[in-house]
């Protein structure tokens, strides 16, 4: 019999209803019910409507990810949920059920930052966690360059989107090219027969002055509008335009700034692993030359499958797993949820 915490984690904080189940760094099950064909034709995702989805797909998602793992409820050693950031109707769907599972079977509960599980998740991939590593966080919430010294109690931010995130990014400018919701994977494959030089897009916060304020923060806002702008003068003008091209161009400035900042911070705080995480991680163009810059700068890259980079439960169960392993205590049965827990704090009280 293993030693290592089975851990249920429960993941509710936008758009995918997540849960996990690990033994230490094994994945067990990883039963996800996404609810963005629901909000496709607002062009984003809808707080109410999250909310719902994950009241009415959440019994069917445990049964789902216990049948997978092979064991019952009683097996659980413990129980995490994301308890920050995120949207509140929606995290409080996911507490209100890991409550009412560590009420009903008197195992403790572990209340988890979003952000810190994103980065934990890379255990069930690539074993424990290299410390320290600099961790790229890029999805459609979010965008952070975080040193990670101990994923269950040393975070630090380094920096973060001032404006919008890169997948918020992603889906903006592809709404105005007239692609599906959620635009990121549309872009990633038209891109793919663009010319990335085709049109030269502005690098959000990467000229000298802005880096001695921002040098590892985000902007992405300023682009979306040179795009918006590019189209609104080709379309005046009445000149074709090359969509291909359109995506390339941006996707690549995307992804320059974030690989170009990302070694930057490790090469500042002398750490050479880098984990990538969050949606956007599937993007093929940042894995490339991520992965080009890092190997020439000497420095280890570690992506989990795209399938772990977007949101899931079993990255909750996973830094579930890495608190109980570390002793940490656990949280009050009655976690608050916090839409805007700060990304230093892994857990609630
Ligand atoms: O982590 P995630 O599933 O949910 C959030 O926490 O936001 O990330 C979703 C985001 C969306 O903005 C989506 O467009 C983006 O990840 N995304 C991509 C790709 N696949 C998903 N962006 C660029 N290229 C992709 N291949
Ligand atoms: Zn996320």
Not at 1 to 16: A, K, R, Y
Not at 18 to 33: E, S, W
Not at 210 to 221: G, M, P, Q
Not at 243 to 267: G, H, I, S, W, Y
Request: glycine letters at 12%; proline letters at 5%; charged letters at 20%.
């Amino acid at each position: 019999m293993s030693n290592e915490p089975l851990v249920l984690g429960i993941e509710t904080s936008c758009d995918e209803t997540g849960v996990g189940i690990v033994r230490g760094t094994t994945l067990l099950a990883d039963a996800v019910a996404s609810s963005v064909d629901e909000h496709a034709r607002f062009g984003g995702v809808v707080p109410e409507v999250a909310s719902r989805a994950h009241l009415e797909a959440m019994p069917a998602t445990i049964e789902m990810a216990l049948a997978e793992a092979g064991v019952s409820i009683g097996d659980i050693d413990a129980i995490a949920v994301t308890a920050g950031p995120g949207l509140v109707g929606a995290l409080l769907v996911g507490t209100a059920t890991a409550q009412a599972l560590a009420l009903a079977t008197s195992k403790p509960l572990y209340g988890v930052n979003h952000l810190a599980a994103h980065v934990a998740v890379d255990r069930l991939e690539h074993g424990p966690l290299p410390r320290p590593a600099i961790a790229l966080l890029v999805s459609g919430g979010h965008s952070s360059l975080l040193r990670v010294d101990d994923v269950t109690a040393d975070v630090t931010a380094l920096g973060a989107t001032i404006d919008d995130a890169a997948g918020e990014a992603f889906d903006k400018v592809g709404r105005l090219l007239g692609l599906p919701f959620p635009g990121g994977p549309h872009i990633d494959g038209l891109a793919v027969t663009g010319d990335p030089r085709a049109i030269d897009f502005p690098r959000g916060l990467s000229g000298q002055r802005d880096l001695e304020r921002h040098r590892f923060d985000f902007s992405f806002s300023g682009l979306k509008t040179a795009v918006a702008r590019w189209v609104e003068l080709r379309q005046r003008d009445g000149e074709p335009i090359h969509l291909p091209d359109v995506a390339a161009a941006f996707q690549e400035a995307v992804v320059d700034v974030l690989t170009r900042k990302a070694v930057d911070a490790c090469r500042q705080e002398g750490v050479e692993h880098l984990l990538l995480g969050g949606g956007v991680a599937a993007n093929s163009r940042l894995r490339e030359l991520l992965g080009q810059r890092c190997t020439a700068a000497g420095l280890i890259l570690r992506v989990p499958r795209p399938g772990l980079c977007t949101d899931n439960g079993a990255m909750v169960a996973a830094l579930g797993a890495a608190l109980v392993e570390s002793g940490r205590p656990a949280s009050a049965l009655g976690l608050p949820v916090d839409s805007a827990l700060g990304v230093e704090q892994v857990s609630v009280g």
